[in-house]
């Protein structure tokens, strides 16, 4: 199954450069890497990126992804935490995730 991370463009360059990461400020202050599913991501990019364009979307397998936990969250749904570092090779792929004033513009086949 993919799980989704949102990074702001700055992340993304930084993930590429040192080719593996702690996360976005919020991760490293909780100690794991935030996830979503296709059903949580749009929730997560309007809850936590409202109106912010240059992000990026990347694609992570959960599948063998380790240590993985899913752990409840918003209304109790659980969500993929990573305990450790994201690493470039960890990543399917990455799109950019602009906002058109209405909302962020998801590529297709992402949301369920």
Avoid at 104 to 112: A, N, Q
Wanted: aromatic share 10%; charged share 20%; proline share 7%.
């Amino acid at each position: 199954m993919l799980i989704y991370k949102i990074f702001r463009a700055d992340e993304w360059a930084q993930l590429q450069a040192d080719g593996s990461t702690p996360g976005a400020p919020v991760d490293i202050a909780d100690g794991y890497v935030h996830f979503s599913t296709a059903e949580q991501v749009a929730e997560t990019a309007s809850k936590y990126f409202a109106n912010t364009d240059g992000l990026i979307l990347l694609a992570v397998q959960s599948d063998g992804l380790a240590p993985l936990e899913w752990e409840p969250s918003r209304g109790g749904a659980l969500f993929p935490h990573l305990y450790r570092n994201l690493t470039l090779g960890d990543v399917l792929w990455a799109k950019p995730l602009p906002c058109d004033g209405d909302g962020h513009i998801f590529p297709d086949g992402v949301l369920t």
